[in-house]
């Protein structure tokens, strides 16, 4: 971490709490650049804005800002919202620890509007800026903060102590928080003391042999054969026993390493063993990295429907390890590639247009984007009460495609991708539909429902575990970045949107 530490981030986000709290806990001394510009100035922001002009407020702000970037004592500063439109301070930035106190663009309006900030008087002109700003911050972001989390800084800072370089830190609010970190080599990184505890390795057969030894020393490990049809209580059963044998207790913690299928298996078995124990998600597939691997769902599967059994529990860290990425087959990049889309059509904005302009699966920018994506939502509703919900845009049908296959025939990702396209077909979005699934072809992926009859498709979804009143209500898209929960589908419908999926 480098002596400043700088606080960044949209207005209303908390960054003056946030540098205060970082300070505090660093011991030095905490900056408000906007308080320094006032006392330069001898007037408000407000009155600089009114009678001065904005770009007259953006040279101060420049050059106040650029002065105290420059290497001095230890500090933390809070940079103005705007101060990131100069490609000088962008420059000066690299220099230092940036922190962005992620805040929703609603919370952010309420808390700034009919106060003194010149920006913040006309609700369309404040979204526009926030849609603006965010991939700036986020770009230059060495750790996201959820604006929740701006009086607790303490716990960020720990976690961001030598972070290797191109790796970020996701702050995860939880029941209990815990430190997402995304990047390359992170795999191998991680020292002993962030997690302590004994290690207990739980991955698949192809994963361990890869990289299974990388996370060394372990007290014990436990493989299962790769794929979906390992995600069952039997299997759960052989790593309990296993962690048993090898002495297992709550001090220790569970790493799962590998695709969605260990993490979920793993973390289940964590939930329930002793109670519950700590484990750690190191993703390995793209699945994983973008989706899986956070929020704290776990599970397995029965024959007859999928995720039936399973526990909310949150991991103690996340390790996405971006290298791992290379090894992985054509096939799983593209299955993990439908849940970056599906991901994409929920948050819209940048991370759509990144995706329907063509950005590669396993950009480092994407997966986090990703992620940051996730961790957002369940952040806000973590046991799935309600807008927890968008998640499942296009699960629906996945999920019933997978269970009417005996978990056999497609992929996760690859079901969650036809589902879409139902999802999208519900949802009155020919255009979208076309080029989602313009976008799957391109990347391999299947686009037509073959070897499964759609009628068992449409029976299988009637075991949704959503289903509530006798009806399953599914997640429809008004446009990117606005999904609808909780609709009523009915069955006419439902069962031309999976037939149209047929080849
Ligand atoms: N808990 C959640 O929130 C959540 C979200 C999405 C999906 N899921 C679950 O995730 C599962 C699908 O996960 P998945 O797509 O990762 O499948 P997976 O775990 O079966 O992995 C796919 C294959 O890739 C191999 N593999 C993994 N990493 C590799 C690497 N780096 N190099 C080479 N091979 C590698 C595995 O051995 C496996 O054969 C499903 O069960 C789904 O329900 C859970």
């Not at 709490?17 to 308080?35: F, I, K, N, Y």
């Not at 060495?142 to 191109?166: G, I």
């Not at 439902?494 to 999926?501: F, N, Q």
Request: proline content about 6%.
């Amino acid at each position: 971490m480098s002596s400043t530490v700088v606080c960044i981030g949209f207005m209303g986000a908390g960054k003056t709490t946030a540098a205060r709290s970082a300070a505090r806990a660093l011991g030095v001394e905490a900056v408000d650049v906007d308080a320094v510009i006032e006392q330069r100035l001898g007037k408000p922001v407000a009155r600089v804005f009114a009678e001065d002009g904005e770009a007259a407020f953006r040279a101060t702000e420049e050059r106040v800002t650029l002065e105290l970037l420059e290497p001095g004592p230890p500090r933390v500063l809070s940079l103005g919202g705007g101060a990131v439109g100069s490609d000088a301070v962008i420059r000066a930035l690299a220099e230092h620890t940036v922190i962005w106190i992620d805040v929703d663009v609603d919370s952010a309006w309420t808390r700034s509007r009919g106060g003194a900030r010149p920006l913040a008087r006309d609700r369309a002109t404040f979204a526009r800026l926030y849609a603006e700003r965010e991939p700036l911050y986020s770009g230059l972001a060495d750790a996201t903060v959820p604006a929740a989390r701006s009086r607790t800084m303490a716990p960020v800072l720990a976690a961001l102590e030598d972070l290797p370089p191109q790796s970020k830190l996701l702050w995860a609010a939880s029941a209990s928080d815990y430190p997402a970190y995304i990047g390359p080599g992170i795999l191998s990184w991680w020292p002993a003391e962030r997690v302590p505890g004994r290690r207990f390795l739980v991955t698949d057969g192809r994963v361990a042999a890869l990289y299974g030894d990388a996370l060394a020393p372990l007290a014990g490990r436990v493989s299962i054969m790769p794929g979906e049809q390992s995600k069952t209580i039997a299997h759960a059963e052989i790593v309990w026993t296993e962690l048993a044998r090898a002495g297992v207790t709550r001090e220790d913690v569970i790493v799962a390493l590998g695709g969605g299928v260990v993490g979920d298996l793993a973390g289940f078995c964590a939930a329930t063993y002793q109670r519950g124990v700590r484990y750690v998600q190191v993703p390995t597939t793209l699945v994983a990295q973008v989706d899986s691997a956070y929020g704290g769902k776990t599970g397995v599967d029965l024959p007859e429907a999928k995720n039936y059994i399973g526990a909310y529990h949150q991991p103690a860290a996340v390790l996405a390890d971006s290298k791992a990425l290379a090894t992985l087959p054509a096939e799983e990049l593209a299955a993990g590639y439908a849940e970056v889309v599906k991901t994409a059509l929920i948050a819209g904005g940048q991370l759509w247009q990144r995706v329907r302009a063509g950005a590669k699966p396993t950009d480092l920018e994407l997966i986090r984007w990703c992620a940051l994506t996730k961790l957002r939502v369940v952040a806000r509703d973590e046991r799935d009460t309600g807008l927890r919900e968008v998640l499942n845009l296009g699960h629906t049908v996945g999920h019933a495609i997978e269970t009417a296959t005996g978990y056999a025939r497609y992929r996760h990702g690859e079901a969650v991708g036809l589902g879409l396209l139902a999802a999208l077909r519900l949802s009155e979005q020919p255009a979208l539909r076309e080029e989602v699934r313009d976008l799957f072809a391109a990347r391999g992926l299947p686009i037509t429902l073959d070897g499964a009859d759609p009628d068992a498709v449409v029976m299988a979804t009637a075991r949704d575990k959503k289903r509530r009143d006798g009806h399953v209500p599914f997640v429809l898209l008004d446009s990117p970045g606005r999904p609808r929960p909780g609709c009523p589908v009915s069955s006419r419908d439902l069962i031309a949107a999976v037939r149209e999926l047929a080849p």
